[in-house]
């Protein structure tokens, strides 16, 4: 189960962008988003199914994988790509029975100790952080820092790590150096609905150029 993370991983809120998942989605995509999140925590199951399966939809005929936070029955129900957990959210170990080995089960974790012990769970990715300050989260861990970061991406060997929390253009450089394989963000990329495509290039862009600088 090789599971090849792109070095951006962007995130939908609706709040903060004002549109829909669907219409995020369309923008993300037309940036160059290969694998995203769907992200929200207060929309009824109800409300969201319905929006989860039009954004799936428009995954699917572009060939975008999506992957939905914390709601296993509704990445279940639809047959979506992946689900992404937290700490309080269903056992790794039972969301792995439940979707198959062929689902991507990524889990977010905000210390060492938590990465340590994810290490170890039936995961594809784990997702580290707040690595920066970040206001989108509610009630967010402590700041984590790229220190810490480099530390998880010993830790986890060779699991592919996502660095997530205040991640911009302009710092996710320093991420991906740390060790992170993908910067996962949302309010640098969605917070401004006319520009998701062209943050979304932007940040693909940085990345090309930092692969090539690696090389
Ligand atoms: N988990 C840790 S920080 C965070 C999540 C979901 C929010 C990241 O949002 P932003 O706007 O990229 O800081
Ligand atoms: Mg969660």
Redesign the pocket.
């Given at each position: 189960m090789v599971f090849h993370l792109p070095k951006v991983y962007p995130i939908t809120d609706t709040n903060l962008s004002g549109l829909s998942h669907a219409e995020q989605i369309d923008r993300l995509i037309a940036g160059g988003a290969t694998l995203i999140q769907l992200?929200d925590?207060h929309a009824a199951s109800r409300d969201l199914y319905p929006q989860a399966e039009v954004a799936l939809q428009i995954a699917r005929k572009h060939d975008v994988r999506l992957i939905i936070?914390?709601r296993v029955d509704v990445a279940l129900a639809l047959g979506a790509d992946g689900v992404?957990?937290?700490?309080?959210?269903m056992p790794v170990e039972a969301a792995r029975r439940l979707l198959g080995e062929r689902v991507i089960v990524g889990i977010?974790t905000h210390n060492l100790e938590q990465a340590k012990l994810a290490a170890n769970m039936p995961v594809d990715y784990v997702a580290f952080g707040p690595i920066f300050k970040t206001s989108t989260k509610e009630n967010p861990d402590p700041i984590a820092g790229l220190e810490a970061l480099r530390g998880v991406r010993t830790i986890v060997g060779s699991l592919p790590v996502v660095a997530i929390g205040g991640i911009t253009l302009a710092n996710a450089g320093e991420a991906w150096k740390a060790g992170a394989d993908a910067v996962s963000s949302i309010a640098a990329l969605v917070s401004d609905p006319s520009r998701i495509a062209e943050n979304m290039s932007q940040m693909l862009a940085k990345s090309q150029a930092y692969i090539e600088k690696q090389a």
């Open positions: 992200r925590k936070n914390d992404h957990l937290g700490q309080t959210d977010s």
